[in-house]
């Protein structure tokens, strides 16, 4: 039996006199991977900022293992923006991030992923100088440095060419097969061979599909 490590029951939002959701419930069970799907504007980005907000809300309820532990990072997330210094180096960057977590992810962790992703030689180079590819996928290692218990992308796969999304789609099943992924992306055909299960925002609402 899946064991669930975020319950929503009954979320409603409004942005303004837009109801973006009516009542929603769902769970995130361990080591599941997700695609969140929906039209423009239906509020896959919304639903993943608020659920970076959950301790704050009465409608999420975590599972208590994750609770209680001094060493798990909870969530970790990718929006829009990649979340990184561009005047500083990409080292500089993970360093910074890797620090600041409460279990920080071993060096040699980040010069595997760096070089999966064909980072490796440009560590000490400040981020502004890097193509909109290299800032996305230097945005997904800061995003995996926390080996999180729920990690949410959203639409991590822009940008990316595609011996890039090839490898991230492999680093999330191998070196991040035990992390529970919730994914909003458009390129649907790219993440169906990985997904387990899929939710649909639609008029407010959040459907299995």
């Not at 009516?22 to 769970?27: L, Q, V």
């Not at 309820?61 to 979340?83: D, F, P, R």
């Not at 940008?159 to 991040?176: H, M, R, V, W, Y």
Request: hydrophobic share 40%; net charge positive; glycine share 6%.
């Amino acid at each position: 039996m899946n064991t669930s490590i975020l319950s929503c029951k009954n979320l409603s939002y409004t942005i303004g006199y837009k109801k973006i959701f009516k009542n929603i419930s769902f769970e995130i069970f361990a080591s599941d991977f997700t695609l969140l799907t929906g039209e423009n504007g239906s509020g896959k980005t919304s639903l993943l900022k608020l659920i970076l907000q959950s301790s704050r809300k009465k409608e999420f309820s975590w599972g208590k293992n994750l609770l209680a532990s001094k060493t798990e990072n909870l969530l970790s997330y990718l929006g829009h923006e990649n979340g990184l210094y561009s005047s500083l180096s990409l080292r500089e960057n993970l360093t910074f991030f890797n620090r600041i977590l409460r279990n920080p992810m071993p060096e040699s962790q980040i010069n595997n992923l760096l070089e999966q992703f064909q980072l490796i030689k440009r560590l000490e180079d400040p981020v502004s100088t890097f193509s909109e590819g290299m800032k996305k996928k230097s945005g997904i290692i800061r995003a995996l440095l926390a080996r999180p218990a729920l990690l949410l992308l959203d639409e991590p796969l822009n940008g990316l060419d595609t011996n890039s999304t090839q490898a991230f789609l492999k680093i999330l099943q191998t070196e991040f097969a035990a992390t529970s992924i919730l994914l909003v992306a458009h390129e649907i055909d790219k993440i169906f061979p990985v997904v387990k299960r899929r939710l649909h925002i639609s008029k407010g609402e959040l459907n299995h599909v």
